[in-house]
């Protein structure tokens, strides 16, 4: 991730975490919401404008610049023992996933059957396995990677194969918003390696875009799923008619 991108993210969960708005940040440098926004879309801070911006949240801009580079530290992968742990307990996965999300201590208790005091403990539980750092007034740090990756035949995949693809491929992906594409082919390891780089920029583009929309209200996001896969294969219906090879 480029450094200003990742310091415009930082920015946002600072605002977030103090319930600020754009419209209040453009009342206070007396400019229009439009062009906060438009800023803030295009991370095309001036200096001045940023420091403006850190001394309203009542923050140093050398400690935006601190908080940014520590997010960038984050885990791109979680130990055995973490991905267990999250299996384990069910309530503990479904608040892992809502902090990955940016969702917050109160979206979280009012959206699901989960109370202040439990969501408190499995927060702290949370902390204690080294996803998230907990803040004052049940504010957080997420200490795992937007596009983390299980590990391979882990406890998380296991469940995901067991529990969610089969299911998700259940669909008939008819909603306006699904996405449903299959293609297959002969390719060279070239190309192949072309495909391979391009499918993971486009999950680093998607896991950008999960922690930009973050700072959005729970009405204005809805809940997707994305599915990327590939890997050597002929349909068996293909594959009965090959032809033996005599030796």
């Avoid at 200003?4 to 103090?18: A, C, D, G, H, N």
């Amino acid at each position: 991730m480029s450094q200003i991108l990742q310091v415009t993210e930082t920015l946002k969960v600072l605002l977030k975490q103090k319930n600020l708005t754009y419209r209040e940040i453009a009342e206070h440098l007396s400019m229009s919401e439009a062009n906060i926004k438009r800023i803030f879309a295009n991370r095309s801070f001036s200096l001045d404008r940023l420091e403006q911006i850190c001394n309203f949240i009542d923050i140093n801009l050398s400690d935006l610049f601190v908080l940014s580079d520590k997010q960038q530290q984050t885990l791109s992968q979680l130990s055995l023992e973490q991905e267990q742990e999250l299996i384990d307990n069910p309530k503990l996965l479904l608040v892992a996933v809502c902090v990955r999300d940016g969702w917050s201590f109160d979206e979280i208790i009012s959206h699901y059957e989960i109370d202040k005091f439990e969501c408190i403990r499995l927060m702290a539980k949370l902390d204690k396995i080294k996803l998230i750092q907990l803040l004052p007034n049940n504010h957080y740090k997420l200490l795992i990677a937007q596009d983390f990756r299980w590990i391979k035949h882990g406890p998380l995949e296991s469940f995901m194969e067991k529990e969610v693809l089969s299911r998700f491929m259940a669909s008939k992906f008819d909603d306006d918003d699904s996405f449903r594409f299959y293609l297959r082919g002969r390719y060279s390891q070239s190309s192949v390696d072309v495909i391979k780089r391009k499918l993971n920029l486009l999950t680093k583009e998607a896991a950008i875009l999960n922690q930009e929309d973050a700072t959005l209200p729970l009405d204005k996001r809805k809940h997707m799923g994305l599915l990327f896969a590939m890997r050597p294969w002929e349909p068996s219906l293909f594959e009965q008619f090959r032809r033996k090879i005599i030796n």
